[in-house]
C-alpha cells in the first residue's frame, strides 16, 4: 500500500487528468455530469424528480425534503446500464510543428458503463432521515493513441462515488423543509500523446500518464409545498464541491524511460439548482416536469501547476447548463404503472471550445418506463432512455489559449446517441419490523 504522502502527491493527478478527461463523454447529461439516478425517473426523463409523491426514493438526491413521511424503514437499489456513441471526424489535423497528421478519426469514443444508485430513509413522526450512495460525475473514453487527434486525448476515465445523509421536516400540511451533508470521492485515469521534448534530430514524442484521488465536501438544501390535494412542487439546491488537488505527472518515453514531476490544480465541481412539479389530475393520470440549473460556468479555465511552474491550460470558457424535462404517469391497475417522459438539454461547451476531452453537444430525451408492485411493500422499477445528440464542429487551433503544444484540429462530433436501460427494486419495511406482505389481487 502506498504512504500517506505518495497518497497525497496521487490526489492531484487528477487535476492534470481533467485536461483530458473532458474527451468522450458518455452523453447522458450536460458537461460531465451523470443523470442516471433513479430507475423510476428515468422512464419520465426524470420529469418530477426533485418533487415528492412518486414512489421512488431517489429524489432526495436533488432534493433533501423530497421524501414520502412513510414510517419505518424503506429501502431501493438501482442500475443503470448506459450504452453511448459518439464518432469524431477529422477534416484537419497538425502537430505542434505543422506536420500533417492525417484524417484518422475515432468510430466511437465512448464506452458503455454501469451505475448503481442506492438509497434508505427512516421516517417517524415528522422527520424522515436519508441516505444514498451513486455516482453523479463520470466518463469513459477510449481511442487508439494512432488517431489524428491523439494530442487531444487518448483513453481517460473518472470514478466518481457521492455519499449523502440528508434529514427532512414536515413543517405543516403544505411545507416540508430538508438539507443534506455530501461526501465526494474521484478517481482518474488518463493516457495521452505528448511531446516531450525537441533537439536537433527533431521532437521527442511519448506519452503522458496521470491517476489521481481526490475527495470533497459540499452541502444541499429543499422545499416542497403542497399547493392542492395531489399537487406538489419541489425545489432543491446542491452546492459546489471544491477540490485543490496535489499530485504526480509521469511522462512515459518511446525508448520506455520514465519521468515523474508534481502537479497541482484547482476545480470547482459545479453547484445545481432542480425545480419539479407533479400533479395528480385523476384516479389515472399525473403529469410532471423539471427545469434544471447547472452553473457550469465555474469552469472557465484549468490550469495544471508543476513544479511551482504552469505545465498546461485548457480553455474551457463553459457557459450554464439548462435541462428540461415533461413527463406522464398512469395507472393501468392496483399493480401497474406507466410512464414516458420528453427533456431537452442544453450543453454547457460552446462550439469554440469543443474538443475530444469534451465532445458535448445539446441532445433530445425520449423515455418510457414502468412499475409493478408485487405487493404493497415490495416493487420493481424498470426505465429506458435514448438520447439523439447533436452534430456539431470541433475547432481546435495552435493559437488558442493552451494549444500551442497540441497542434490543430478541425473536425466535427456526430452519430451523437445514448441507449440507457435502468432497473430497481423497493421495499418497505413498517417501524415494528418486516411487513409480511400480501399480495394485491386484481
Given at each position: ?76 437499489q ?52 436519508g ?84 475527495l ?10 403542497t ?89 474551457l470558457?463553459?457557459?450554464d ?5 415533461a ?13 414516458a ?10 462550439d ?79 417501524s ?11
Open positions: 500500500m502506498p504512504s500517506s504522502s505518495i497518497f497525497a502527491r496521487r490526489v492531484g493527478g487528477i487535476a492534470a487528468s481533467l485536461t483530458v478527461l473532458f474527451a468522450g463523454h458518455t452523453a447522458q447529461a450536460g458537461g460531465f455530469n451523470l443523470r442516471e439516478q433513479s430507475s423510476y425517473y428515468q422512464g419520465t426523463s426524470y420529469a418530477g424528480y426533485a418533487t415528492s409523491g412518486g414512489a421512488g426514493l431517489a429524489s432526495m438526491y436533488w432534493n433533501p425534503a423530497a421524501v414520502n413521511f412513510t414510517p419505518g424503514l424503506s429501502v431501493e438501482n442500475f443503470s446500464l448506459v450504452m453511448p456513441h459518439a464518432s469524431i471526424d477529422v477534416y484537419r489535423a497538425t502537430n505542434a510543428f505543422g506536420s500533417n497528421l492525417g484524417n484518422l478519426g475515432v468510430g466511437n469514443i465512448t464506452k458503455s458503463g454501469l451505475l448503481p444508485s442506492g438509497y434508505a430513509a427512516y421516517g417517524w413522526d415528522n422527520m424522515v432521515m441516505l444514498s450512495l451513486n455516482s453523479p460525475y463520470g466518463l469513459v473514453t477510449k481511442a487508439n493513441c494512432n488517431w489524428a487527434g491523439a494530442y487531444y486525448g487518448c483513453k481517460s476515465s473518472i470514478f466518481d462515488v457521492n455519499g449523502q445523509v440528508s434529514l427532512a421536516y414536515k413543517v405543516n400540511d403544505w411545507l416540508v423543509l430538508g438539507g443534506s451533508v455530501n461526501i465526494n470521492y474521484f478517481h482518474a485515469h488518463l493516457d495521452n500523446a505528448q511531446i516531450l521534448g525537441v533537439s536537433a534530430a527533431g521532437p521527442t514524442i511519448g506519452s503522458a500518464q496521470v491517476i489521481g484521488d481526490s470533497g465536501v459540499g452541502f444541499g438544501l429543499g422545499a416542497v409545498f399547493l392542492a390535494p395531489g399537487t406538489t412542487v419541489g425545489v432543491g439546491y446542491r452546492s459546489a464541491v471544491k477540490q485543490s488537488l496535489d499530485g504526480d505527472l509521469n511522462l512515459l518515453f518511446m525508448n520506455n524511460q520514465f519521468a515523474q514531476r508534481s502537479a497541482r490544480a484547482d476545480i470547482t465541481l459545479p453547484d445545481q439548482i432542480s425545480a419539479s412539479f407533479r400533479s395528480q389530475l385523476d384516479e389515472k393520470w399525473t403529469v410532471l416536469g423539471s427545469l434544471e440549473w447547472t452553473n457550469w460556468s465555474v469552469l472557465k479555465q484549468l490550469e495544471i501547476m508543476s513544479e511551482g511552474k504552469p505545465a498546461s491550460l485548457l480553455d470558457e463553459w457557459k447548463g439548462w435541462f428540461f424535462s413527463g406522464v404517469e398512469y395507472l393501468w391497475d392496483a399493480n401497474l404503472a406507466l410512464r417522459g420528453v427533456a431537452y438539454e442544453l450543453t454547457p461547451v460552446p469554440k471550445t469543443r474538443s475530444p476531452r469534451m465532445p458535448d453537444t445539446n441532445r433530445t430525451w425520449f423515455s418510457a418506463g414502468a412499475t409493478y408492485w408485487f405487493s404493497p411493500q415490495f416493487s420493481a422499477d424498470l426505465g429506458y432512455s435514448f438520447i439523439l445528440g447533436e452534430k456539431s464542429p470541433i475547432d481546435q487551433y495552435q493559437l488558442a489559449p493552451g494549444n500551442m503544444s497540441r497542434g490543430n484540429l478541425i473536425g466535427e462530433v456526430n452519430n451523437g446517441y445514448v441507449h440507457i436501460v435502468s432497473a430497481g427494486l423497493r421495499y418497505r419495511f413498517d415494528s419490523g418486516l411487513v409480511q406482505p400480501e399480495l394485491i389481487t386484481k
